[in-house]
């Protein structure tokens, strides 16, 4: 009977320790594979991290470092600091990583293929850096990416991408991509933040991302695509459509008065041509609306007036005609009205004046007569006024 229990308390106390011993092999790992990384990303010519020693006792307090209860570590930030080397292979042993953060710096060359085995990684961002080569991917758990700003080249990365169920954020842009936007991207249907900025990108804006149903906000701006806005009226949920500087032509599709989230609208610096729709005037939602240096024309839509929620119009460099509509009176909301460089004649409006947040007004360069309104001013917010190039009496 001794023996025996002695023999079961010796098993019984061996296998507690080897329960253990696991989560401290990972331990010693961890911080072995954090020394690694700063040695790596440090580079000859960096500095920073200096809390991040081996005589420490406790690496999950090293500053950017956060660890679970088993003390793995499962995020690590370190953005802005003077980092020049670059992300070596060992990054995979860090297989407990949720979030990976390594934006700002200039850590440059390849992300190292075991990226992929961040199994649990949800956020990624390496934006702002020099990385090239190999595009990440193969990280199913993952919900953000952000690439922004990097000397990544070549097509925009697919297969990478279209298979990550779970993204939710997408950016891409200031890197050196070239070619089209792959239609199949209308397969992330997860997404809700794309931004493609600054790439210059070609060919026509595919109109398979109308349905990216659940997409918030597209940012594509300064790209030199063919043709014009594709339909995008059932991308339901969009709040933001940032196209300044693409390329466009043609006219405003009518059905982008039909994306009652709006928010934010900027198709300035195209060659858009026609009239404003007048289906904007459902745009409930809308704060800012730039259309500024196209060449659209005819007298401006009244109906824009069912804008009620904007604070910002600019409307400037185009060709429209006629007069300010009285029923702009209605956008009581308006901070900024910019009518410069078009054909506009008449009277400024009195109700202008009374516009209770107008901050500035700038319609110089058009045919306005008559004197300003006498209430310009009172509101007590007005700060901005440029008339010049006009017609208009002296006070």
């Known amino acids: 009977m001794v023996v025996r229990s002695g023999f079961w308390h010796n098993l019984l106390h061996i296998s507690f320790i080897f329960l253990l011993l696991p989560q401290c092999c990972f331990c010693g790992s961890d911080l072995d594979t954090l020394l690694i990384l700063k040695k ?30 088993q003390s793995r570590v499962v995020a690590l930030n370190v953005s802005s600091l003077h980092l020049f080397g670059s992300v070596p292979a060992e990054i995979g042993l860090l297989n407990k990583l949720v979030n990976l953060t390594l934006a700002d710096n200039s850590l440059g060359g390849s992300l190292p293929r075991e990226i992929a085995n961040l199994t649990s990684l949800r956020l990624l961002n390496i934006s702002n850096h020099l990385f090239s080569g190999r595009f990440p991917g193969e990280m199913t758990e993952l919900e953000v990416l952000d690439a922004y700003i990097n000397d990544f080249t070549g097509q925009l990365p697919v297969d990478q991408l279209v298979n990550l169920k779970k993204l939710k954020h997408l950016d891409l842009g200031g890197n050196q991509f070239t070619g089209e936007i792959p239609g199949n991207y209308s397969m992330i249907q997860s997404l809700e933040y794309l931004g493609l900025n600054g790439i210059g990108l070609t060919g026509k804006f595919p109109s398979s991302l109308a ?19 594709p339909e995008l009226g059932t991308m339901e949920s969009l709040q933001v459509l940032d196209m300044v500087n693409c390329n466009l032509n043609g006219t405003i599709p009518i059905s982008l008065g039909f994306l009652k989230n709006l928010r934010a609208l900027d198709l300035s610096n195209n060659e858009l041509s026609g009239e404003i729709p007048e289906s904007f005037s ?7 609306l730039n259309l500024c240096e196209n060449n659209l024309y005819g007298q401006i839509t009244p109906e824009l007036s069912g804008m009620v929620s904007l604070t910002a119009l600019d409307l400037s460099y185009n060709k429209f005609t006629g007069e300010i509509p009285e029923s702009f009176s209605e956008l009581k ?19 202008i004046g009374d516009l209770p947040h107008l901050e500035a007004l700038l319609v110089s360069e058009n045919n306005f007569t008559f004197a300003l309104p006498e209430s310009l001013g009172r509101n007590g917010r007005f700060k901005d006024l440029d008339v010049s190039g006009n017609h208009l009496l002296p006070a």
């Open 40 to 69: 790596a990303m440090i580079g000859p010519q960096g500095s920073g991290k200096d809390d991040w020693e081996r005589s420490s006792h406790n690496y999950c307090s090293f500053s950017g470092v956060s660890c679970d209860h």
């Open 211 to 229: 349905q990216l149903k659940n997409l918030k906000e597209l940012h594509v701006v300064y790209n030199k695509f063919e043709g014009g806005l």
């Open 282 to 288: 459902k745009l409930k939602n809308l704060i800012l």
């Open 333 to 351: 909301n308006l901070s900024l009205l910019t009518l410069s460089s078009n054909n506009l004649y008449g009277q400024i409006p009195n109700f």
